[in-house]
T-cell receptor, first 111, second 114 residues
Framework: SQQGEEDPQALSIQEGENATMNCSYK?????LQWYRQNSGRGLVHLIL?????REKHSGRLRVTLDTSKKSSSLLITASRAADTASYFC???????????FGAGTQVVVTP | KAGVTQTPRYLIKTRGQQVTLSCSPI?????VSWYQQTPGQGLQFLFE???????NKGNFPGRFSGRQFSNSRSEMNVSTLELGDSALYLC?????????????FGSGTQLSVL
C-alpha cells in the first residue's frame, strides 16, 4: 500500500503535555504532509516536509522525516484543549500519483 | 477569499438511488480532488481533476464518477447506491497538481444510505 499508517490510533493527554504521533510508509516519496481534522469537518494543512529535509518546525509543531526508516513523526508541544482533533499524514509517492492519507491518530487533550 | 464550498452538507438516500455532490474550489484553484472518509478506512482517494481532465483515479468501482467544469467547479456522482457508500465525502482544491501543493478541504458532504 502507498498509504501512510499513523501510530498510535488514539492518544489521550492533559493540557501542557507533549503529543507525539508517527507515520510509516512503504514507498519512496516526494514529500510528506500533516493535516488536522476537527470532528466531522474538512482537513486543514499543518506542515509539509520534503524528502531531502530531516526536520521542520512551525509554531508548536515539530516534524521529523527519516527516509531510511520510511517514517515521520509529528510532535505537538505544550498541548491545548483546542488541539483535540484527528491528525493525518499524507504522502506523495515519487511515481505518478496523488496524496495518500493514512487512517489518522485521534488526539484528545483534556484540561 | 472564500474557501472550498461543498453542497449539500447532508444527504439521505436509499439503496439503488443515485446522488450528485458539488464542490466549488477556491478562486484560482484548478485542481480538485475527491476523497471518501469512513471510520474504518480513513480517507480513500477517489479522483483528481485538473482543467476539466481526470488526472488520477483511485480504486473505486465505476459507479463513482466525476467531472470538472470550465470554471473549475466539480461534481461527483454515485449511481446505484449501496449501504457501504455511507461516508463523508471530502473535496479538496489546490492551485496546480504539483506534489508540493497543499490541499484546501471543504467541510464535506455526509451521505447516509438507508
Amino acid at each position: 500500500s502507498q498509504q501512510g499508517e499513523e501510530d498510535p490510533q488514539a492518544l489521550s493527554i492533559q493540557e501542557g503535555e507533549n503529543a507525539t504521533m508517527n507515520c510509516s510508509y512503504k514507498t519512496s516519496i516526494n514529500n510528506l504532509q500533516w493535516y488536522r481534522q476537527n470532528s466531522g469537518r474538512g482537513l486543514v494543512h499543518l506542515i509539509l516536509i520534503r524528502s531531502n529535509e530531516r526536520e521542520k518546525h512551525s509554531g508548536r509543531l515539530r516534524v521529523t522525516l527519516d527516509t531510511s526508516k520510511k517514517s515521520s513523526s509529528l510532535l505537538i508541544t505544550a498541548s491545548r484543549a483546542a488541539d483535540t482533533a484527528s491528525y493525518f499524514c499524507a504522502l506523495t509517492p515519487d511515481s505518478w500519483g496523488k496524496f495518500q492519507f493514512g487512517a489518522g491518530t485521534q488526539v484528545v487533550v483534556t484540561p | 477569499k472564500a474557501g472550498v464550498t461543498q453542497t449539500p452538507r447532508y444527504l439521505i438516500k436509499t439503496r439503488g438511488q443515485q446522488v450528485t455532490l458539488s464542490c466549488s474550489p477556491i478562486s484560482g484553484h484548478r485542481s480538485v480532488s475527491w476523497y471518501q472518509q469512513t471510520p474504518g478506512q480513513g480517507l480513500q482517494f477517489l479522483f483528481e481533476y485538473f482543467s476539466e481532465t481526470q488526472r488520477n483515479k483511485g480504486n473505486f468501482p465505476g459507479r463513482f464518477s466525476g467531472r470538472q467544469f470550465s470554471n473549475s467547479r466539480s461534481e461527483m456522482n454515485v449511481s446505484t447506491l449501496e449501504l457501504g457508500d455511507s461516508a463523508l465525502y471530502l473535496c479538496a482544491s489546490s492551485l496546480t497538481t504539483a506534489t508540493n501543493e497543499k490541499l484546501f478541504f471543504g467541510s464535506g458532504t455526509q451521505l447516509s444510505v438507508l
